[in-house]
């Protein structure tokens, strides 16, 4: 992995573990501006990673550190919503009021990335692909239960 995506992921990795593991109300708006970190690290390396797959970047090695980055920032999703950080910014209740059934998408979500970064690093384009998709079906998965329409 290059030095820049490790370099995000512990200032990820510094932040959850500085932060207590349970949130009051006062800290909603804090959570939600951390989660939308979290956020944009993982939709940075998933974009970066659509234009080397699908619009012809010549990969130079992008590819696999993206995945690599992405696979490690996943493990932080199910960290990143303690009790009480609740919003009324595009998390829904049901993170909370459903824990098994976000747990499970979590962990879908941290298991497809895990396979699209052994995928990337296979160099089989159709896996790839395939890889690819199921990382993107998860997120959308995600999206679709428990944050609102309008985010």
């Not at 349970?22 to 800290?27: F, Q």
């Not at 159709?126 to 239960?145: I, N, P, V």
Request: glycine fraction near 8%.
């Amino acid at each position: 992995m290059r030095a820049a995506p490790r370099f995000v992921i512990l200032l990820i990795a510094a932040a959850v573990l500085a932060i207590p593991a349970h949130a009051d109300d006062a800290d909603a708006e804090i959570w939600h501006k951390y989660r939308e970190g979290v956020m944009d690290v993982l939709k940075g390396h998933i974009s970066a990673m659509s234009v080397v797959l699908f619009e012809g970047l010549e990969d130079t090695g992008h590819l696999q550190s993206h995945a690599d980055g992405l696979a490690e920032a996943a493990t932080e999703v199910g960290k990143i919503f303690p009790a009480g950080s609740g919003d009324d910014t595009g998390a829904l209740p049901a993170i909370w009021e459903q824990p098994d059934k976000f747990a499970a998408a979590v962990t879908e979500f941290e298991d497809s990335s895990r396979s699209l970064s052994e995928a990337i690093a296979s160099g089989d384009r159709r896996s790839m692909a395939a890889a690819f998709k199921r990382t993107g079906d998860s997120c959308k998965g995600c999206h679709e239960s428990f944050r609102a329409e309008e985010y």
